[in-house]
């Protein structure tokens, strides 16, 4: 799988990186009678360096394998499930998400036919979306085409996709492992962020997690890394967070924040700190756009912006779609 660019697709492919709390996604939003089918022990990540560059760009995916429950006998021992769950980051519904979607399940479908394999196995797309409203459309692909006759429904696709909403607005609760729970809950809060409310809420998420897990850079890192990148809170801040979450373990917490200041891995996490803020933006656009994008103008450009303006970047670089627009909001600044 290609580097995924932003920080809510980085961050989201942590989290489904940890088995147990992708197990606990799948068990919570699925539907249950799909969920009392599966066997979610054997639900394990599966090989999706095939997925093609468009899709790539508009999705952090994530294909896991997973059995059938042992208790469905009547099943072939060797068939098996693959759950796709794709993520959508953008600000509002996508209208072609339905197309996009069924183009994922034919690519998992002609990589499983290269081994010569049949019956197909099934897809199932689980969308988490937390963009900026809530999303309206439709599940069901076949709605695309409109008011049809019904002679020519039997030459439509009937197929649909499972929505995990997390955007400000929507009813979903949160459910999950802790660490799912801390993660969608500040996927949530990206867009409409309040800052004291989110430094109260935050130490009791943080709370829930497991002591051996709340030590472990592989849990907590990204957690502080995506605050870090989206300006949520500064480390001073994250610092006092994890002290409220376990004050029995201050002093452990304490070298915990110091090692990740002191490591530089949370770009932009100090006051006056310009030269990593542009050192990130060059970054993040060399993954968008491509190492030819950084030509030494553009890269010069980005050098010589002042901290505020590095920082007004961060905020807005998602918002570029080409170069160009880059190049023109950057012509405005320097």
């Given at each position: 799988m290609a580097d995924v660019h932003h920080p809510n697709?980085?961050?989201?492919?942590?989290?489904?990186?940890?088995?147990?709390?992708?197990?606990?996604?799948a068990r919570e939003y699925l539907p249950a009678d799909i969920v009392e089918q599966l066997d979610l022990s054997t639900l394990t990540p599966a090989n999706s360096t095939w997925v093609d560059a468009e899709l790539q760009e508009h999705f952090a995916d994530l294909l896991f394998h997973c059995g059938w429950a042992k208790k469905l006998r009547r099943i072939q021992p060797n068939y098996q499930i693959f759950v796709a769950l794709l993520v959508e980051h953008k600000s509002k519904p996508d209208r072609l998400i339905r197309l996009q979607l069924l183009r994922y399940q034919l690519l998992c479908w002609n990589e499983h036919l290269k081994h010569g394999r049949l019956p197909l196995p099934i897809v199932i797309p689980l969308v988490l979306y937390h963009g900026k409203t809530r999303?309206?459309?439709?599940?069901?692909?076949?709605?695309?085409?409109?008011?049809?006759?019904?002679a020519f429904r039997r030459f439509v696709p009937q197929c649909e996709f499972k929505l995990l909403d997390v955007s400000p607005s929507s009813e979903t609760k949160i459910k999950g492992d802790p660490l799912a729970r801390v993660s969608l809950n500040l996927l949530r809060w990206a867009h409409e962020l309040d800052v004291d409310a989110l430094k109260v809420e935050l130490p009791k998420l943080l709370a829930q997690l497991p002591l051996e897990q709340a030590t472990q850079l592989k849990f907590m890192e990204p957690i502080f890394q995506?605050?870090?990148?989206?300006?949520?809170?500064?480390v001073q801040e994250m610092g006092e967070a994890l002290r409220q979450a376990f004050p029995d373990e201050g002093e452990l917490m304490k070298t915990w924040v110091d090692e990740l200041r002191d490591e530089g891995r949370m770009a932009g996490r100090e006051e006056g700190g310009r030269e990593a803020l542009a050192a990130q933006a060059l970054r993040l656009i060399r993954r968008r756009f491509g190492e030819k994008a950084v030509t030494k103008t553009l890269a010069g450009r980005i050098d010589k912006l002042p901290l505020s303006d590095l920082e007004q970047l961060g905020e807005e670089f998602l918002d570029f779609q080409t170069v160009a627009e880059l190049q023109r909001w950057l012509a405005g600044r320097t």
């Open positions: 697709d980085r961050f989201v492919k942590e989290l489904l990186s940890h088995p147990d709390s992708a197990r606990s996604l999303w309206r459309g439709s599940f069901q692909f076949a709605e695309q085409f409109g008011e049809i006759p019904e995506y605050l870090a990148s989206t300006r949520m809170l500064k």
